[in-house]
């Protein structure tokens, strides 16, 4: 009698409270964060704001394509429309599973298509406090996995894990991730530097429910140490609306179709 008792409470209580590992939280995250839907695109305001509170803004439109399973193939592309230092720059990311993503990035003002080596994935992505990692993600595998406790933050149950890269390849020696139970999309993260001090701060400032999907719709990255702060918007988001192959050639980025990127 006690056995089954013992099997009807196994069956009764969530299978993630006995299964979830630490990469499987991260996996789950990845998956919420960079792989919803099967395609998806955002127009983007971008607010680049200095220790004394200048602004700089830019603006971009986003667009995402997913081949397969969450961590698996992806494709990027981004196109720029103000200011008039980056209007009609265009950036493009292939990722692939267990290796090295492929980035370009085209400079109008010199015609030129430049690829963005795997060495410099930890650097400023036009200027801003996210890195060119940041924006498209990075390889769950890269890194070391570890629950660190359960809270909340802004009064949502968390999981906090913490991450430490296998490689040198970036500035920073761990980051902390509160993923949100419910959800399981990042709710803040922070990176701590060589040293072991926190020096960057990323948070989901805003989230909202588009065609079924939670979506960060504001986000911001903060550098501690510099003051500098970066604040992400979107103006307006959607998913499934069938985002052609062809958009991700080397042909589209010196000439975008209007189509998708209006």
Known sequence: MMRYFMFLLVML???EVFALSAEDIMKKSQAAFHYQGRDFKARVMMKLINKGGQERTRELAMLRKNYGEAGGE???FMYFFQPADVKDMTFMVNKYPGRDADRWLYVPAINMVRRIAAKDKASSFVGS?????DVSGRDIADDTHSTVR??????RDCYVIKSAPKAADVDYS???????KANHLPLKEEYYDRKGELYRVFTAEEIKDVKG???VMKRSMKNLQSGHRTEVSYLKADYNIGVEDALFSERYLKQPPKKWTE
């Open 129 to 133: 406090d996210f890195t060119y990692e």
């Open 74 to 76: 992806q494709k990027f």
């Open 150 to 155: 359960e809270e909340k933050t802004s009064g």
């Open 13 to 15: 209580v969530p299978f």
């Open 213 to 215: 999907f939670p979506t």
């Open 174 to 180: 761990y980051k902390l991730s509160w993923i949100e």
